[in-house]
């Protein structure tokens, strides 16, 4: 009886928080869709008529942000006026980004479009949500569109396979994805590097096996479940612009050699940010720590 009772204090422990958000953010949707109903909504959901209910979601998940995990946001001041790439590291729950997405608008009023995975728009029941908060698929196309229209275009280029089997070690898994780097030279904007301090001591999966990472590439379905949600201390660190070079000819831009090394580059950048900011390996201990440490801002 008592091992079975750790046990499951052990799980609830584990998944309890990881399982508390997704709850929050399915709660966020009811809002948004009775918000919809008594305001008689239809148009555009990135319109400003969201606006009030925008900034409700965003104070939510700023003091939830503050509280859990004392979140700091640090760099604004590089985020361009204009249209911009951010690219940055996926943690195993990118919590995180929702937390630079809501200070981002409470501070500038700004909407960051954000790239995600196919699987996203098939969870049930949050079709809404994920269209005022301005996610989308990320086909070259309607990031053209965005970054035309003025908007901020987030994408992380290791996804879920970042998410799922990177680890304590903060290890870039992005390939030979390069899509980014052609759009942003296409459209002419520069690339702005991301990330989170501490962000796969909050929240971790469990060690790789070979079975879960064929199952994952074969489906491209997240079958391995996060766990942790302890309040470590998170704090986000926007890097400087990789600015946009005119002097390339349109003949360059497509070259490949050309947008290697512009995605070399931006790795290198957000790799950069990685060491600077982040114990390697990643300590829970010294995370939790960080939460005391009033000379570190």
Not at 158 to 174: H, I, K
Not at 232 to 248: A, E, L, Q, W
Not at 272 to 290: D, R, V
Request: with cysteine; glycine share 8%; aromatic share 14%.
């Amino acid at each position: 009886v008592i091992v079975g009772s750790l046990t499951i204090s052990a799980i609830l422990v584990f998944f309890i928080v990881p399982l508390t958000i997704v709850f929050f953010i399915y709660l966020t949707n009811i809002l948004l869709l009775i918000y919809q109903r008594n305001n008689e909504l239809k148009g555009d959901p990135l319109s400003d008529d969201w606006n009030d209910m925008r900034k409700t979601i965003a104070s939510f998940w700023d003091i939830y942000a503050r509280v859990w995990h004392g979140y700091e946001l640090h760099g604004v001041e590089n985020l361009p006026e204009g249209p911009g790439i951010l690219v940055y590291y996926h943690g195993a729950i990118p919590i995180d980004y929702l937390y630079f997405l809501s200070r981002l608008f409470l501070w500038k009023k700004r909407i960051c479009l954000s790239v995600a995975d196919h699987f996203v728009f098939r969870l049930p029941g949050l079709k809404l949500l994920l269209g005022v908060t301005g996610v989308i698929p990320g086909t070259r196309e309607e990031c053209l569109v965005a970054l035309k229209n003025g908007y901020l275009v987030s994408i992380s280029p290791g996804g879920v396979r970042e998410a799922l089997f990177s680890d304590e070690s903060y290890q870039l898994m992005w390939g030979n994805r390069k899509g980014f780097a052609q759009v942003a030279l296409e459209a002419k904007v520069p690339i702005i590097p991301m990330y989170t301090q501490n962000v796969r001591e909050g929240y971790r999966m469990f060690k790789e096996r070979r079975f879960f990472r064929q199952l994952y590439e074969s489906t491209r379905l997240p079958f391995t479940p996060p766990y942790g949600g302890l309040p470590v201390k998170f704090r986000t660190y926007i890097g400087k612009p990789i600015p946009y070079d005119p002097n390339i000819t349109t003949e360059e831009l497509v070259e490949k050699v050309n947008k290697f090394l512009f995605s070399f580059q931006t790795k290198t950048a957000v790799q950069a940010l990685i060491s600077k900011h982040q114990t390697i390996p990643g300590s829970i201990w010294k995370a939790l720590l960080e939460r005391f440490d009033k000379r570190r801002k």
